[in-house]
């Protein structure tokens, strides 16, 4: 059972640039998005969120895409940190308005930054 | 800035018997959540909580398990009588609306 799937698992970028995640879905139904980053030994840390009716969501150097004719959505960091290294999930939910709605989660992208 | 915590942080029990997993939410939020990982696999839901009562559970989440509020701020998962595949890492998570927040997990090992 795959809905949420992380192609890349992992991912080297330079200190200052670009980086870019990606995510595919299968389940027309999900209708709103979040990116996690992990540390070892930790739990998820929520980054950044989308809903379907949007294609773009930013919060200061991180950015949502979302593509919903493709199923695809994307998290842009820039400039990347070192303090970025980290793995990233993609999660996805569907569901009522103001309903619990569980997290269907991708197996994750490790992202290193080098200095 | 508020955060939601787990104890305890590691727990080792034999195959058998019961362990209790506890969680304090952020104050206000209003559904709970547990998640599972086991090593190696993806973060995998077990059970929502909202108004006091269950609204969705997965196929992972039998008989064994189960949750409660039982004091008004702790949320607990109780597995019955543990099997060694449930060796995971388990996260508590709490939200308002569409996003969820994590506490640390607990690590749960079975021997």
């Known amino acids: 059972d795959q809905q949420v799937k992380q192609n890349s698992p992992s991912l080297s970028v330079q200190e200052g640039r670009i980086s870019i995640l990606n995510c595919d879905y299968t389940?027309?139904?999900?209708?709103?998005f979040l990116w996690y980053k992990k540390y070892p030994a930790e739990g998820p840390t929520f980054l950044i969120s989308i809903s379907s009716i949007k294609d773009k969501n930013e919060d200061g150097r991180f950015t949502v895409f979302l593509n919903k004719s493709a199923k695809h959505l994307s998290l842009h960091i820039v400039p990347s940190q070192p303090g970025d290294s980290a793995v990233y999930f993609c999660?996805?939910?569907?569901?009522?308005?103001?309903?619990?709605?569980?997290?269907?989660f991708g197996s994750g992208t490790q992202l290193t930054v080098l200095p | 800035e508020p955060e939601v915590t787990q104890t305890p942080s590691h727990q080792v029990t034999q195959m058998g018997q019961e362990v209790i997993l506890r969680c304090v939410p952020i104050s206000n939020h209003l559904y709970f959540y547990w998640y599972r990982q086991i090593l190696g696999q993806k973060v995998e839901f077990l059970v929502s909580?909202?108004?006091?009562?269950?609204?969705?559970k997965s196929e992972i989440f039998d008989d064994q398990f189960s949750v409660e509020r039982p004091d008004g701020s702790n949320f607990t998962l109780k597995i019955r009588s543990t099997k060694l595949e449930d060796s995971a890492m388990y996260f508590c998570?709490?939200?308002?609306?569409?996003?969820?927040?994590f506490g640390p997990g607990t690590r749960l090992t079975v021997t």
């Open positions: 389940n027309s139904m999900f209708d709103y």
């Open positions: 999660a996805a939910s569907a569901g009522l308005v103001g309903s619990a709605r569980q997290l269907t």
């Open positions: 909580f909202y108004n006091n009562e269950i609204s969705e």
């Open positions: 998570a709490t939200g308002e609306l569409g996003e969820q927040y």
